[in-house]
T-cell receptor, first 115, second 114 residues
């Protein structure tokens, strides 16, 4: 079945540091890939997405590239801010079928950024 | 545009009691999802509706969980009787038929079973 594996957390960085959160997936076909973010006390929000191989999703300085050869979708940001402190979830949606929108999530990575 | 509304935000019950959660999706969104998020894990889909029909309930523990979306708008998720392992955040999400890639989540309902 489909699965998503994220790097173990938590991740603690100083402001302006470089961020990478690893995500790998297992799926048949050509899934769409997503990063969701959950800020303290808020609901999950879509951060970025990519729907096909070699696509790069980007938003708010974050970016991730859909790498089919390595089945990865690593999240990166060149310079993190304190306001980026949140839980980050990698997710996939399988291609085809009737369960449109059904997302399979990774376990989440807690990011804490210190001033 | 109003987001996905959920209530209650927090609920504490004892095991074997019952509980119900309510969700009102974004206006016009035909697809509604209930996810269960256990502490330290990613959300897991419990049930997916399209309008008032069930599309996927393969991971819903049907002996104790039930959900309905009678008029194709708001939805309720019920647990009866609750077990300790049901302690989790129950997330509701919705999406439009035209943009199934974009799921919009509510803030969730946190359940603690003692």
């Amino acid at each position: 079945g489909n699965s998503v594996t994220q790097m173990e957390g938590p991740v603690t960085l100083s402001e302006e540091a470089f961020l990478t959160i690893n995500c790998t997936y297992t799926a048949t076909g050509y899934p769409s890939l997503f990063w969701y973010v959950q800020y303290p006390g808020e609901g999950l929000q879509l951060l970025l997405k990519a729907t096909k191989a070699d696509d790069k999703g980007s938003n708010k300085g974050f970016e991730a590239t859909y790498r089919k050869e390595t089945t990865s979708f690593h999240l990166e940001k060149g310079s993190v801010q304190v306001s980026d402190s949140a839980v980050y979830f990698c997710a996939l949606r399988k291609s085809g079928g009737t369960s449109y929108g059904k997302l399979t999530f990774g376990q989440g990575t807690i990011l804490t950024v210190h001033p | 545009e109003a987001g996905v509304a959920q209530s209650p935000r927090y609920k504490i019950i004892e095991k074997r009691q019952s509980v119900a959660f309510w969700c009102n999706p974004i206006s016009g969104h035909a697809t509604l999802y209930w996810y269960q998020q256990i502490l330290g894990q990613g959300p897991k889909l419990l049930i997916q509706f399209q309008n008032n029909g069930v599309v996927d309930d393969s991971q819903l523990p049907k002996d104790r969980f039930s959900a309905e979306r009678l008029k194709g708008v708001d939805s309720t998720l019920k647990i009866q009787p609750a077990k300790l392992e049901d302690s989790a955040v129950y997330l509701c999400a919705s999406s439009s038929l035209r943009s199934q890639l974009a799921l919009f989540f509510g803030e969730g309902s946190r359940l603690t079973v003692l």
